[in-house]
C-alpha cells in the first residue's frame, strides 16, 4: 500500500500522543506537574545542555522532560497538533493571545526599529504597540485599509527609518469589519527592505479567520499568531494563544517564552487539546451559518451594509484577495443598521438566543457594538476611517440551528423604531 497523508482533522485524536507511556490510556492525561525525574544525573545535564542550547542536538535525540515553564506533554502535544494545520515547523502555546502577540514583538524588536503595521489591529494588540513599544523607542507606521502598496513602501522609504525596518504585523480579515490585507504583497515589501544581515520579518495575527482557511505561513509570512481562546479553544471557557513558525525563529520565540514563564498550563493546553478534535466540524457549521445569516441581513430593509467575505463583489480587489488567500469566509459578520447608537442597542438589548458579549470564535453566537465596546480605545477619527460608526454591530456566528438564529435576528430588529433618531436630530 502506498504511504497515505491523513487530513489534519483526522490527526487530532491521536497525533503526538504514545498510550503506552500513559497505562494505555485512550486520552492523553493531564500532566499536573511541576518539574520531572530525571533516570540518571548524566540525564538532567543531556537535557539542560540541549535545553539551553549549550551544544547541538544529536540525530533523533530530543529534548527530555525537566520542567513544566519549559515543557510538558499536554503542552507538547497540542503544540504539535496545531503545527498540522499551519504546516509549520514548531508551535509555542501561550497563556493568552496577548501573551503570543507581545512576546514576538518582544523578540523580534528592539529600541530604534520601526515596525509598519496593518489598520485596524485587535485593540490590545494596538494598545501594545501605543502604549509600550513607543515608550522603548519602537517606531511605528499605521497602513489604513484602502492604502495601495506603493504608497506603503514610499511611507517607509520617506520615514528615514527604512534601513531600521523589523517587522510588519498584520490582522487579516481585519477585525470588526473584515478589512482584508494581502499577505503576499506585505511580504514583497519586507523583501523588498531586507539586507543579507537583517531579514524583515512579516507577522501575521490569524485569529479571526482561525486556523483552517488562511495558512499565512504559505503565503510568505515567516510568523502566524492566534489568539486561542477564540476557534481554537472554542468554547468560551478558556483563555490561550499560539506562535507558529520555521524553527529558527521558534527556537527565539520558545527562549523569551522560557524566561518570561508566560507559556500555558496543563489543564488549559488539555482543554485545548480536547478542543482540538472538533475544530473542522465546529467550524463549518459556524461558517454555513454566518453565510445564512449574511445573505438574510442583506436584504433587510433595516440593515444597510454587510461586512462578509461570503458576500464580497467578484472582480474587486477584496475578492481577489480573498480568493488567493482564504477557502472560506469564516464565521464573523458585521453590519450597519439603518440608524445610529439608538438602534443598534435596541437590536442588542432584545436579542434572545444570542447572547451580548466581546470575544469570538465560541459554539455560541455573540454579538456586540465594536464603538463602544471592544473598539472604545481606537482614535475617533480613524474608527470613522474604518467604517467603525454607531451603526454597526459585530456577530459572531456559532453552531446552533441557522434557522433559530434567524428567527432571533428577525424578532430583534422588528423591535427597532427606525427614524426615532432622525427626528430627534432634525429638532
Ligand atoms: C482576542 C484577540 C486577541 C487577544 O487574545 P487573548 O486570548 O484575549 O489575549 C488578539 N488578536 C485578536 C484578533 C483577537 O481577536
Known sequence: MKEHDFNPESLMMTYGYKPELSEGAIKCPIFQTSTFVFKTAEEGKAFFELAYGLREKSPKEELGLIYSRINNPNLEILENRLCLWDK?????????????ISTVLLEFLKPGDLLVYSNPLYGGTDHFIHHFLDKIGVHTIGVMPDQRMD???????????????????ME???????????IESFSQIAKQFSTDEKKVLVAVDNTYMGPLWQHPLQCGADLVMYSATKYIGGHSDLIAGAVLGNAELMIRVKTLR??????VSPHTAWLLLRSLETLKIRMDQQTQNAQVVANYLNNHSKVENV??????????EAHIIYKKQCSAPGAMVSFDIVGGEK???????????????????????????????????VDLGQ??????????????????????????????????EIGATLELTEV
Not at 258 to 263: A, D, K, P, W, Y
Not at 347 to 374: C, D, I, Q, R, W
Not at 410 to 416: D, N, P, T, V
Open 151 to 169: 504608497e506603503v513602501t514610499q511611507m517607509i522609504k520617506d520615514s528615514g527609518k527604512a534601513d531600521k525596518l523589523a517587522m510588519i504585523f
Open 307 to 316: 461586512y462578509y467575505l461570503g458576500l464580497l463583489e467578484e472582480g474587486t
Open 172 to 182: 487579516t480579515p481585519a477585525n470588526p469589519t473584515n478589512d482584508i490585507v494581502d
Open 88 to 100: 509549520a515547523d514548531d508551535c509555542a502555546v501561550f497563556e493568552s493571545g496577548m501573551s503570543a
Open 258 to 263: 522560557t524566561f518570561l514563564g508566560n507559556m
Open 383 to 416: 474608527m470613522q476611517q474604518m467604517n467603525i460608526t454607531d451603526q454597526l454591530v459585530r456577530l459572531s456566528i456559532g453552531v446552533e440551528n441557522a434557522k433559530d438564529l434567524i428567527w432571533d435576528l428577525e424578532q430583534a430588529l422588528s423591535k427597532i
Open 343 to 377: 438602534e443598534a442597542f435596541a437590536f442588542l438589548n432584545n436579542l434572545k438566543l444570542m447572547k451580548l458579549a466581546v470575544s469570538l470564535g465560541g459554539t455560541e453566537s455573540l454579538a456586540e457594538h465594536p464603538k463602544t465596546m471592544t473598539h472604545a480605545g
